[in-house]
């Protein structure tokens, strides 16, 4: 056989193995195309089944911020010594919160009006105090106001606290704690930030789990994600990329540094935790009912006003109410004269006009308050 073939018998069964090898080959990678191609139908199925069952293991409840919050009181009478002789209680009230006291017909109740969740909370717990109290007079009102302001912000480090335990989330610096407070006081397109922030936080972790992605950091990443959107100082900057300098600063993890960056596509995603954050956050906010448009606007042109009239010389507090139809502007007596508050209402008045865009019209009200003060030694 070996002579009629011209092969001796080691060659014949090197080349039986070879075509063994090919016919092997030739059958595998057709395996492998039938895989990839059953792989690419079920991944999308697979990863609808991922976000499907981590919402349904999250389902947290829509928050909508409100602008208004209802106090009740214990009986009506208690409306005629928060208004005061002639109202002047009512007027120290909205001087120092910031915030308009509506006080109509409703039974047992009054309405604090504004678009500031702070300044909301603020009068509602100074009110609660000085009922407790019982006694209602401007110099009273003034001094309770500002040791709510303190006693605010001792809730908001508490608020961090409780949310990182609650979170299960260690080792976060106290500063970005203190933030994660402040998110209970700040809305997102009309959904409250912090509860936005928990829910990214829980639907990463599960799909974190679910891919055997690092749990901890994706939890850390989604509460962290819109810490950008708490700080006041510098809103030239996009949150996200505000969040991510915060967190460096902090010395959070690269991971969740750069996922807060990237969450709106700002810098590049260099982790796998990173797509995950911003699909989280997307399903946080895109739900039925979750988020309004229309308030974050109407916010943002609020707090213009306020800081159009802050931009001025003199000007001390400056309060955006009834919806934005009156600017209130209070100046120090000691900076202008009554001459200099009547240019100043008039300046403001044309300046709103001339950048601004605005429905319907607003009232300027400029107050100066002469105040005398001198101590009996």
Known sequence: MEQVAGLSADDAKKQLINALKEEAKTEALSDI????????????KEAKKLIIQSIQRTAAETAIENTVTVFHLDSDELKGKIIGREGRNIR??????????IVDDTP??????????????????????????????????????????????????????????DLGIHGLHPELVRMVGRMRYRSSYGQNLLQHSRE??????????????NVKLAKRAGLLHDI?????????????????????KHKEHPAVCNAIGAHHDEVEMKYLISPLIQACDAISGSRPGARREIVESYI???????ELALSYP???????????????????????????????????????????????QIKVTVIRETRAVSYAK
Do not use: W
């Open 314 to 360: 003199g000007v001390q507090k400056a309060f955006c109410i009834q919806a934005g139809r009156e600017l209130r502007v209070v100046v120090g007596s000691e900076d202008m004269d009554d001459k200099q508050s009547e240019i100043l209402s008039y300046d403001l008045s044309q300046k709103i006009q001339n950048e601004m865009t605005y429905p319907g």
């Open 108 to 165: 047992d109740a009054i309405l604090l009006s504004g678009f500031d969740p702070v300044r909301r909370e603020t009068t509602r717990l100074a009110l609660n105090r000085l009922i407790q109290d019982g006694r209602i007079h401007p110099a009273r009102i003034e001094e309770v106001v500002s040791k709510t302001k303190k006693q605010l912000e001792e809730e908001i480090v508490e608020i961090g606290q409780k949310t990182v335990i």
């Open 200 to 213: 990214v936080a829980k639907l990463c972790s599960t799909m974190a789990a679910e891919l055997g992605l």
């Open 92 to 101: 120290a009230l909205e001087a120092a919160t910031g915030c308009e006291i």
């Open 33 to 44: 195309k039938d895989i990839v191609a059953e792989a690419k139908l079920t991944a999308n």
């Open 300 to 306: 943002k042109r609020l707090k213009e006003l306020e």
């Open 228 to 248: 950008g959107k708490v700080p006041e100082d510098e809103p030239d900057m996009p949150h996200a990329l505000l969040g991510m300098k915060i967190a460096e």
